[in-house]
């Protein structure tokens, strides 16, 4: 059984027979942990064949009603007004993962020890992150908490000097680690070579460090 405010949320946007359809394959995820949509067809409680019922569940899953915003916001909103204090910091992690052949790229809120996803994309590639892609999956997320104090943190993927700029333009709060070779300026960020001296850098003062933050 869901929660009720999910339940709330979701009969708010889905009819009732795809709603329906929505609770069933949650309780399939959780009793049969299998996320293929045969594997799910064929343990579907419906009186028809089996390829009718995977064909059923494909266009459920094309719903154009099923995205980040229309089900997840909802909860995410219900989740910080019950759950966190506007006066407190929030603390926000932005990172990739790899799982199987799928290059995930998610920010989530550190809550209980454990990270609540609040936006996330698959990446149509192996490889790291770009300035785009990091700037897409921020964006998203400014409107969800511009009631918030919160603090971006991340990896050595994304200490770059272009993403701390624009966050520092958003008036965004952030704790960036970086990679060796990079110096900062105290009060601005600047980037030198990785063989560059700090005596090298005339009419400048920097500190080598691990980590920058605004």
Request: with cysteine.
């Amino acid at each position: 059984m869901l929660p009720p405010f999910y339940q709330n949320c979701f009969q708010g946007q889905l009819k009732k027979a795809e709603y329906l359809t929505l609770q069933i394959l949650f309780f399939l995820l959780q009793a049969h942990k299998q996320v293929s949509i045969e594997s799910l067809a064929t343990v579907m409680p419906y009186p028809i064949a089996f390829e009718s019922r995977r064909r059923a569940i494909q266009r459920f899953l094309k719903l154009p009603t099923l995205t980040i915003k229309n089900l997840w916001f909802p909860l995410i909103k219900y989740i910080l007004r019950t759950q966190f204090n506007k006066h407190k910091d929030l603390i926000v992690a932005i990172d990739r993962t790899q799982w199987r052949d799928r290059n995930i790229f998610f920010i989530g809120l550190m809550w209980r020890q454990r990270a609540l996803p609040l936006y996330w994309q698959i990446l149509p590639k192996k490889w790291c992150s770009k300035i785009a892609e990091q700037n897409k999956i921020i964006i998203p997320i400014l409107p969800l908490l511009n009631k918030y104090k919160f603090v971006l943190i991340g990896d050595r993927e994304f200490g770059s000097i272009k993403l701390a700029q624009w966050l520092s333009e958003k008036n965004v709060r952030f704790v960036l680690r970086i990679q060796k070779g990079r110096y900062i300026e105290e009060g601005e960020i600047f980037l030198t070579g990785r063989n560059v001296a700090p005596s090298e850098v005339p009419g400048c003062t920097f500190r080598k460090i691990d980590v920058f933050s605004f």
